[in-house]
């Protein structure tokens, strides 16, 4: 059974860091990512990487600040966010896809399986 549990997601100020966590338990995977749903708006893509981390993609927001990346040993993902702005604010997902591409999915459907999402404030 697949199951993906969030953590690390707090109230930050504005030019700080947080990581994110995503355990990953059930089996290996195609492609993984993060997406993040702001108040009042639809969920949009954040990161993504190929399972073995071959290919990455960053939405432009995201570019230069983030970094997706996993833990091999213990199969748990991350996001890495470094100076923090108001407009991250959200809740983030994880999510998994289960199909080998070469690059990795930026749409929602193609992922098959997510968390239930942990919230970052960010205080300006």
């Known amino acids: 059974q697949v199951q993906l549990q969030e953590s690390g997601g707090r109230l930050v100020q504005a030019g700080d860091s947080l990581r994110l966590s995503c355990e990953a338990t059930?089996?290996?995977?195609?492609?993984y990512s993060w997406f993040r749903q702001a108040p009042g708006l639809e969920r949009e893509f954040v990161a993504a990487?190929?399972?073995?981390?071959?290919?990455?993609s960053y939405a432009d927001g995201a570019k230069g600040r983030f970094t997706i990346f996993r833990d091999n040993l213990k199969n748990t993902l991350h996001l890495q966010m470094n100076t923090l702005k108001a407009e991250d604010t959200g809740v983030y997902f994880c999510?998994?896809?289960?199909?080998?591409?070469?690059?990795?999915?930026?749409?929602?459907?193609?992922?098959?399986?997510w968390g239930q999402g942990t919230e970052v404030t960010v205080s300006s």
């Open positions: 990487s190929t399972w073995r981390g071959s290919s990455k």
């Open positions: 999510a998994v896809a289960v199909a080998t591409t070469r690059l990795p999915p930026t749409r929602e459907g193609d992922y098959d399986y």
């Open positions: 059930g089996r290996t995977f195609g492609s």
